[in-house]
């Protein structure tokens, strides 16, 4: 069944990368460190989710389509929103679609904090990214005595 989802409650998945990496010096962004990864992976089933009533998903291609070339997205550490790392609007943040998930570029600001989160990244300690949302549009199933979720 899909549905158009009526809370605007946000929520947030996590997934272990093995493409989290700090790019030194690219001149496409005077040289300063990026941040690249994926913060979603698409037609990957997560772990189980929803507590008293699990549940798996997976993002389906074309999810993030309308959000990214429309919204005002910020990048946040442990989604702080003390802790800007990049934001679309200004430059300092680029999300793109490919055929694996959503991609991330992001230019850290010139801070202590951003510096040891570098840090932190290059020397494997953080390998995760993750991502918040709140679903437009889902369609749930029932599989292998398990609801499932699409977002779509």
Known sequence: ???????????????????????DGLSDNGGEPAIEGYASVFDSWSEELGGNSPFR?????????????????RALFNH?????????????????EDDKGLKVKI???????????????????ITQMSFGFTVILDRWSYEDNTDVRELL
């Open 107 to 125: 230019i850290p600001p010139n801070t202590t904090w951003a510096k040891d989160l570098l840090i932190s990244i290059k020397r494997g300690d």
């Open 80 to 96: 702080d929103p003390n802790y800007v790392l990049g934001r679309n609007k200004a430059g300092t943040l680029t999300l793109e």
């Open 57 to 73: 998903e997976k993002v389906v291609k074309g999810a993030f389509e309308e959000t990214i070339l429309v919204d005002d997205i």
């Open 1 to 23: 069944m899909t549905k158009q989802t009526e809370t605007n409650q946000m929520e947030r998945r996590t997934i272990t990368l093995k493409e989290l990496r700090v790019v």
